[in-house]
């Protein structure tokens, strides 16, 4: 595997006395599908967001293949490559579907935003919506406003927006959290097949253990804000300390953790 | 071609659609269809509202931001015409000059009020709006010997728009076509533009952009749009928007005083427009100053009407005495915030979008 995409250098935030992301420092490879995982309040969702720039770092760096980007705001780091699904649904929600993904195929584009060109008139930004919202079967509801959408459709929705976006380094905040069954594999077959194309970079906050397994090519725990273990599925998985922090949990947690 | 002129963006159902055509055609034949000077006023009062309702449109409705400084650019655009009028004299390089003028100062003070207060939070920023335009109030009023103070300025518009000019010799279908007349026509048609171009910048890719921070600030910034950079440019473009109504009034009424542009009556009258007609669709900014203004003209004498017919009728006439307009026309707008919570366009078109602010 080539040199890291992404990487985090004793990254740390700290609420008051409390550290949530203590001193993390880890790598993401380009074409690598790093699973990220913990107890409910671990740190993993703070960690994204200290990556992806809606909380600043106390202190550490962040790279973005090699650049520090600590410094960034949001839309910078977007502008960069670093693209954000959200654990907690974060749409637009008086806007249609089409509109919402839209948004996130024009923000790609140096004209995003022109005064004059129309909206209406840029063919190839809707037919990549579309192309975008066919990813997650989402096609049929493309007029809908996204406030009306069920509440897994708006799942899909958020991993719609970040797939039009094509950033380089994807995060996934537990992208099927409170999905019904049958939905969840439109998300994982999206996931690995942006896997099997080997040239992004993957990040997945995921409480169910078996898409963990079958999806990741390395796993990382957090316990307390801290970098537990880091290896392949099969190490981590069997080694003591996430059998005894996170695993004697797992019941509780796969069942249906993580509802926001 | 209609599509285009409205940017793809037509009314979302007949009967706004109906209700627009039928404004309109009012507004285009009101000199020939509504007699007398008052009812020129009223159209004309219309037309310039339109516009400045839907610049601040721009702003709440499809930004969800706050501003109580609309009137000031309203203000800055009347007496950016009105001095250049009245100390430079009459003539159409004199009104070019002043709205030149007027848009960049416009401009520059929508920049620095944004650049230096749309970072932080959206009741801060509405407080900064209230504060920076009471100061230009209070300024403009100050700066008697520029001014005129709390009188204003009266001041002569070019020849062609006086009325003691006549176009043609002979009326033309029963209407003298007088300067009143042709200046109606200016203010009309620019009225027509600076609402299509309105329309044109929220369809366009950027207005887009701005409906998105107005749903989702942080969404929007983590696809990579700048909010502060976005927020910046609509407050902006609606400035300039609301400085060319400012130089409409101008032209129309020959006269600029505080009262009449800057007064924060006129603000809350803007807002009660805005929220009657419909936030985040300009065709609200059309429905809504079209009845408010109406009601405000014409409510006392249907009023009168009113409490005649119903005479001998105990307590009735009373309610209905003119006099009391101003409850009749609170409860209209308490009415119509109960059935129409989107607004009226906002209601036809059935696309419920709320104001976000």
Redesign the interface.
Known sequence: MSAPALETRDLTIRFGGHVAVNAVSTAFRTGELTAIVGPNGAGKTTYFNLISGQLPATSGAILLDGEDITGLGPAARAQKGIGRAFQITSLFPNLTVHENVRLAVQARSRRAAHLWSLWSDHREWIARADRALEEVNLVHQRGTLAAALPHGDKRKLEVAIMMALEPRVFMFDEPTAGMSVDEVPVILDLIARLKARGDKTILLVEHKMDVVRSLADRIVVLLNGVLSADGDPATVTASAIVREAYLGQSPAASAGGGHG | MIRALL??DPPKSRLLAALLVLILAGLAAAPFVFPGAAALNTAAKICIFIVLVASYDILLGYTGIVSFAHTMFFGIGGYGVGLSLYFLGPGWPVVALGIVVALVIGVVLALAVGLVSLRVKAIFFAMITLAVASAFMILTTQLSEFTGGEDGRTFRVPELLRPTTRLFEEPFLGTAITGRVLAYYLVFLSAVALFLLAL??V???????L??IR??E??????????V??RT?ASC?SAALAVMAGAMSALWLRYTGPETTLSFAIMLDVLLMVVIGGT?TLYGAVIGATLFILAQNYLQKLMAMAAAATEGIPLLPRLLHPDRWLLLLGVLFVLSIYFFPTGIAGKLAG????PAA
């Open positions: 940017s793809d044109r910048l369809n366009s890719c950027f207005g887009r952009v409906q998105a749903e989702n942080m969404r929007a910034e983590a696809l990579g749009y700048r909010v950079y976005f440019m473009l985040g696309r419920g979008r709320g």
